[in-house]
């Protein structure tokens, strides 16, 4: 695909490159229109992986804000700044199976966001994430939302008004990645997994995926009863689908 997105196939598994090393893979409008196409064209893979070339995972957008005096109206904004990401975050809520996020290096801004958007993360050790919007002058509220039900507020707060950076480990308590590994050893790690999640009924995989994007937001009960739910619908369709 143009734009510095990269697909290719090796099964059940589809793999999605950020391929931008030299800009240290930030992401262009372009590009993120590239990466949602890339995404909705492998619906029918049961594995998605997202990683990227070179040192750094992802450095952030590739945008830079109005200047002064340039007479762009708020309507600009959400068009040119906003419609890209909030098109982008929908493209990874509407797929109904995992995708897994491979982090080295840097993944600041938009890197940090794809790699929480992602369902399973790994993050090699050594990497950090950070916002650092502020010191360009712009609210990263956009950035946040994703972060909001995995990070603690305060701990959100601080790392955006900080601006400061924030270490794998760090990450990992704050569930924006899932877990650590080695360095040298993220692909290795991440052909594991996903023969790991290929070697599951799919139905049995997604419904996990559903649930936890949807039942956190619910109270207890809420929680259990559209567990329950789930749970009786993938049992009752794989029974009925049952050889006789």
């Keep these: 695909m143009g734009s510095h997105i990269k697909s290719s196939w090796d099964g059940k598994v589809a793999t999605l490159t950020l ?8 992401l262009s409008n372009a590009m993120a229109l590239d990466l949602i196409a890339a995404l909705d064209a492998a619906q029918a893979c049961p594995v998605v ?5 070179g040192s750094d995972f992802c450095l952030g957008r590739d945008m830079q ?13 959400l068009r ?3 419609a890209p990401m909030m ?9 109904k199976d995992p995708v897994m996020g491979l982090v080295q290096g840097k993944a600041w801004g938009i890197g940090m966001v794809l790699s929480s958007l992602c369902d399973l993360t790994l993050a090699e050790a050594g990497s950090s994430f950070r916002l650092r919007e502020l010191e360009r002058g712009i609210p990263p509220c956009i950035a946040m939302a994703p972060l909001l039900d995995k ?3 305060k701990a959100l707060g ?13 990450a990992l308590m704050f569930g924006v990645v899932s877990t650590i590994v080695p360095a040298g050893h993220l692909e290795a790690s991440a052909a594991n997994l996903a023969q790991r999640l290929l070697a599951f009924p799919p139905e049995a995989v997604a419904a996990v995926k559903l649930y936890l ?7 207890s009960v809420s929680a259990e009863n559209y567990g329950a739910s789930l749970l009786a619908n993938v049992l009752a369709s794989r029974a009925a689908n049952s050889p006789t």
């Design 65 to 77: 804000p109005p200047p002064p005096g340039s007479n762009v109206s708020a309507i600009d904004v």
């Design 213 to 219: 994007a949807t039942a956190p937001r619910q109270n």
């Design 158 to 170: 601080y790392l955006v008004l900080s601006a400061e950076e924030m270490d794998a480990h760090t």
């Design 80 to 82: 040119d700044d906003a």
């Design 87 to 95: 098109a982008l975050y929908e493209a990874f809520r509407r797929r």
């Design 49 to 53: 992986v997202l990683r990227a070339e």
């Design 151 to 153: 990070m603690p507020s």
């Design 19 to 26: 391929s931008r090393a030299d800009q240290g893979n930030r």
